[in-house]
């Protein structure tokens, strides 16, 4: 196997992360809209797995490219898919972390109770009880 057709392999292993990195985004960003966060786990554990394995593609893929010194036309075509879907989860990112403040933002406001006027009315007379 020569190393451009290794440099393919991982760049192609690293846009399946991607992927899956984007479709685990989507569906935390659909709910936190939705206003479930209850349901969501935010600390999910299989989202920094793959997150961990993203960056170790990423030392892979730059250490072979020093290594390397010309870029094929198939691993540049593979480079700007990557790049692609790192720009969207970066978005992805943003837009739910927008969503999390202003979902904060709802939860912590305590709403002001007004009373009526006619429920309090302190121009009756009240008898108690008390024994002692």
């Known amino acids: 196997m ?34 479930l966060i209850d349901i969501l786990n935010l600390t ?11 960056k ?10 020093k290594i390397q010194g010309q870029i094929q036309e198939e691993s540049e075509k593979l480079i700007e898919d990557a790049t692609y879907l790192r720009g969207e989860i970066c978005n992805i990112y943003q837009n739910e972390y927008t969503n999390l ?13 007004k009373f009526s006027k006619s429920l309090f009315k302190y121009n009756n007379p009240t008898l108690v009880d008390v024994k002692i």
């Open 56 to 65: 170790n593609y990423y030392l892979t893929i730059n250490s072979w490219l």
């Open 2 to 35: 020569s190393a451009s057709q290794i440099l393919n392999k991982y760049l192609s292993d690293l846009i399946l992360e991607l992927e899956k990195l984007k479709t685990i985004l989507e569906f935390e960003n659909e709910k936190i809209n939705q206003g």
């Open 44 to 54: 999910n554990p299989q989202k920094e797995l793959i997150l961990n394995s993203i």
């Open 101 to 113: 403040i202003a979902l904060f933002e709802q939860k912590s406001r305590r709403p002001k109770i």
